[in-house]
């Protein structure tokens, strides 16, 4: 399944913050063994939003947003992917209410505009509880596209994918992508790809060279079933074996 994440956010594009959900969601789609062909960010406007929806669905089968689900005129993601697939939005009750008692709370007096927006998803689609904020998400399909949708703050957002997002997805897919670095010193990458071409012209295993600072790091990387994890690792040990054959000073880096 190829998949494509777009960030919304206006602050992502000035430098504001730091996009530090892309990463995330990145590193969990490998576990699982989920492709990710391309990542976007786009800021808080209607057409643009709406022109990388057109995009990526033109080129993946499924879209992860993170942003812009919030109470404010600018959160205009619900209300873009609901354009794009022509569905109205439905509040959900549960979380007007916790909207409504944080307001009550904290002294604000009557709910702002926005909070009903908050607490919609699409019609139709799959709720993605949100047990630590108060904008839910949702999955939806429609002829065979699939979009989920997803708050930007951290801290939610990291939560709903280890929670929701990832036991969900896991039925979409039974692989596994697997990975082992070696670190090479005291040689230039151009040598080592010189030395390494056979390797890098691989496809499964893949093996690709990173410039580092005083180093060259090489990746093993194989995909496979989840029931072959043995074959996996013997054949990436097997590469990396050769490769320090080659490069006898090469050492495994330790990956979190």
């Known amino acids: 399944m190829k998949t494509e994440i777009i960030c919304v956010g206006t602050e992502l594009l000035v430098g504001d913050i730091v996009n530090t959900n892309a990463q995330y969601i990145s590193a969990k789609l490998t576990n699982i063994g989920i492709d990710l062909y391309y990542q976007t960010t786009v800021g808080d406007n209607y057409g643009r939003l709406m022109e990388c929806l057109k995009n990526a669905f033109k080129r993946v089968d499924l879209v992860i947003t993170t942003g812009g689900l919030g109470p404010t005129v600018d959160d205009i993601t619900k209300e873009v992917v609901a354009d794009y697939f022509g569905e109205e939005l439905e509040m959900i009750e549960r979380y007007y209410d916790l909207i409504v008692k944080k307001y009550n709370a904290r002294g604000f007096g009557e709910v702002a505009s926005g909070g009903k927006k908050e607490a919609s998803i699409l019609k139709n689609s799959k709720l993605l509880e949100n047990e630590v904020g108060l904008a839910p998400g949702f999955f939806y399909e429609k002829d065979n596209k699939k979009i989920i949708v997803l708050p930007g703050p951290p801290r939610e957002m990291t939560w709903m994918v280890d929670n929701q997002v990832l036991p969900f997805l ?20 151009g040598k080592i790809d010189d030395r390494l071409k056979d390797y890098f012209e691989m ?3 893949t093996v690709a060279p990173y410039a580092k600072e005083g180093c060259v790091h090489v990746r093993i990387a194989m995909k496979g079933d989840r029931g072959s994890t043995d074959y996996l690792i013997a054949e990436i040990d097997k590469i990396a074996s ?10 495994e880096i330790k990956e979190d």
């Open 170 to 189: 896991k039925q979409y897919s039974n692989d596994i992508l697997l990975m082992k670095t070696l670190e090479i010193k005291g040689v230039p990458e």
């Open 203 to 205: 496809s499964n295993p």
């Open 242 to 251: 050769e490769i320090i054959e080659i490069y006898p000073q090469a050492v």
